[in-house]
């Protein structure tokens, strides 16, 4: 049984970083790329990017090119996105998902709500 | 970058009714890359149909999908109580990933 477990809520001023983690548990952490998806509030689902934790290789969606980096940590399971320069615009519920491509987000997260306020 | 919109973005309909969600696609998509989500309030989304007509494990039978090329779309034949919610698709046959905007079948 896949598992995501993602890291707890974060209050962030503007101009700061937030990094939020995703842990897997059950299943093959390294073989499916991990994606991240962002929902503000009462909106639609944004995708963000992806990595596959065996190449390292992360692609972004070019809204976030230069503030966002997604990481993996194959020795843990674990997944990152660390997004910069807050704004009050990046206030939403953050995903992280399984992403075999072709079958489906099956595996989610609970989400991490991040509030960017001064 | 594929942009894809769904129609209605409001579908007030009673249990028992038949529901047609559609979803355009920008350009045309590999059916295999096209799915469809379920979101409730406070919840994560929940995967119904991957590759553009087959069920994910556990849904059930009155959630149908079909299409191709660059129009798609997801039937709910008879809405049950359960069903009311907001339904994405998503492609992911080109970064980045998109998803529509949504549709929300509410109760009539």
Not at chain 2, 5 to 15: E, I, M, N
Not at chain 2, 45 to 73: E, N, V
Not at chain 2, 79 to 96: N, R
């Amino acid at each position: 049984q896949v598992q995501l477990v993602q890291s707890g809520p974060e209050v962030k001023r503007p101009g700061s970083s937030v990094k939020v983690s995703c842990k897997a548990s059950g299943g093959t952490f390294s073989t499916y790329a991990v994606s991240w998806v962002r929902q503000a509030p009462g909106q639609g689902l944004e995708w963000m990017g992806r990595i596959i934790p065996m190449l390292g290789v992360a692609i972004y969606a070019q809204k976030f090119q230069g503030r966002l980096t997604i990481t993996a940590d194959k020795s843990t399971g674990t997944a990152y996105m660390d997004l910069s320069s807050l704004r009050s615009e990046d206030t939403a519920v953050y995903y992280c998902a399984r992403d075999p491509t072709t079958d489906g987000y099956i595996y989610w997260g609970q989400g991490t709500q991040v509030t960017v306020s001064s | 970058e594929i942009v894809l919109t769904q129609s209605p973005g409001t579908l007030s309909l009673s249990p028992g009714e038949r529901a047609t969600l559609s979803c355009r696609a920008s350009q045309s998509i590999r059916s295999t890359y096209l799915a469809w989500y379920q979101q409730k309030p406070g919840q994560a989304p929940r995967l119904l149909i991957y590759g553009a007509s087959s069920r994910a494990t556990g849904i059930p039978d009155r959630f149908s999908g079909s299409g191709s090329g660059t129009d798609f779309s997801l039937t709910i034949s008879r809405l049950e109580p359960e069903d009311f919610a907001v339904y994405y698709c998503q492609q992911c046959d080109s970064t980045p990933f998109t998803f529509g905007p949504g549709t929300k079948v509410d109760i009539k």
